[in-house]
Structure formats: C-alpha cells, structure tokens
C-alpha cells in the first residue's frame, strides 16, 4: 500500500472516518457504507439462490470490508495480504434480522481512543470469516 494510503488507513483506524485519502477518493464513512450495503445485498441473493454467490473486488476495498466483518483494527487490516486473485470465503447469515451493529467504540475505528462522533452506528449482516487471501488456486499462473 503506498505511503499516502498508510496515512489515510492511520487517519481512519482512529475514528477520523470523513478524512479523504491525498488526491481525493472515498472518505472512510463512505467505504464502510458501501461494506454494509453490499453485504446486505449479497445475503439477500444468496437467501434467493440456495446460498453461494462469487463477486469480485480490489484489495483496498477487501481489506476494509474483512476489518469491519471481523472489527479489527483498520491499522491492522491495511497490513491484510491480499494477493492477486485470491479468494476470501465468507459466510453470511441470511436470515431476515441477523445483524450486528458496529459502534463508536468498535476496534474497527479505533475502540477507546476513537474519535468518530458517539453516535456512530454500521449494522452488518452476521458474517464469519472462512478463509481469507486464498492462493491454492494460482499455483503455476503467471501474474504481472
């Protein structure tokens, strides 16, 4: 992850969600919503189709929604290996209620020493960490 990123991550994992990364991009706030929304759709597909969906995404992108679904630290998930086509497996509950809300004192955003506003709340659909950056998969294939 570049230098500039790194500094964006350390602004975020303190609560400081609406800082934009240097060059401009998604505050924080706005990526952690994107997390929710699309694991929200992703379980309400899977509950329609018997339950496995595929879907593709970037490292920085996978890195956050892996830190808020498992909430650690974002100053930790920026250090997540994520290599090129690997595959993270989750497994979400699809029933109807089955959330967990993240709170202004979630370790995601800092936990004590956080600084986004009290009030702070993301509700996720109950969702467990299977595998993450699997690479089985890649073994012989040459990517640049």
Known sequence: ???????????????NIDVRPDGGGENAREVLA???????????????N??????????TYLRMLLAAITDTSLAEAALFEQKNGCINVLDIDTRPGATVTLTSNCKLLGGPLSNVEKDFKLELPITSLVRMNEVRHLEGVNLV
């Open 1 to 15: 992850m570049k230098a500039g990123m790194m500094k964006t991550w350390g602004l975020w994992s303190l609560g």
């Open 50 to 59: 018997g339950g496995s969906i595929f879907a593709v995404s970037h490292s």
């Open 34 to 48: 994107r997390v929710s929304s699309a694991l929200q759709t992703l379980s309400q597909t899977a509950s329609q």
